[in-house]
Nanobody, 124 residues
Framework: QVQLVESGGGLVQAGVSLRLSCAVS????????MGWFRQAPGKEREFVAA????????GYADSVKGRFTISRDNAKNTVYLQMNSLKSEDTAVYYC????WGSGTDSDAKYDYWGQGTQVTVSS
């Protein structure tokens, strides 16, 4: 069973940076493509970023492109989401997810395991 534990969320002011981490256990981390999603109150869960098994390929939602960076450290079994220039509209619960079979995608239906989420609140 793959377990994912997010951390790093919090309450911050607009314009600052925050880094989320997601620690993965239960399976060879380098065999997993990873993604970050978020869900704001009253809204559908949406794709944020994804990264391939090796880390050589990444993808981003247009709303975060140029501000957020996804990365991974396969030696530490951890995927990160560096969030810069945060905006109030980034406020959401952020989830990391593991894709067992694919290469990382913007479709949440393709992911097999999910973390419990970490709250990010950006005040303006």
């Amino acid at each position: 069973q793959v377990q994912l534990v997010e951390s790093g969320g919090g309450l911050v002011q607009a314009g600052v940076s925050l880094r989320l981490s997601c620690a993965v256990s239960g399976r060879s981390f380098s065999s997993l493509a990873m993604g970050w999603f978020r869900q704001a109150p009253g809204k559908e869960r949406e794709f944020v970023a994804a990264i391939s098994r090796s880390g050589s390929n990444t993808g981003y939602a247009d709303s975060v492109k140029g501000r957020f960076t996804i990365s991974r450290d396969n030696a530490k079994n951890t995927v990160y989401l560096q969030m810069n220039s945060l905006k109030s509209e980034d406020t959401a619960v952020y989830y990391c997810a593991a894709d067992l079979w694919g290469s990382g995608t913007d479709s949440d239906a393709k992911y097999d395991y999910w973390g419990q989420g970490t709250q990010v609140t950006v005040s303006s």
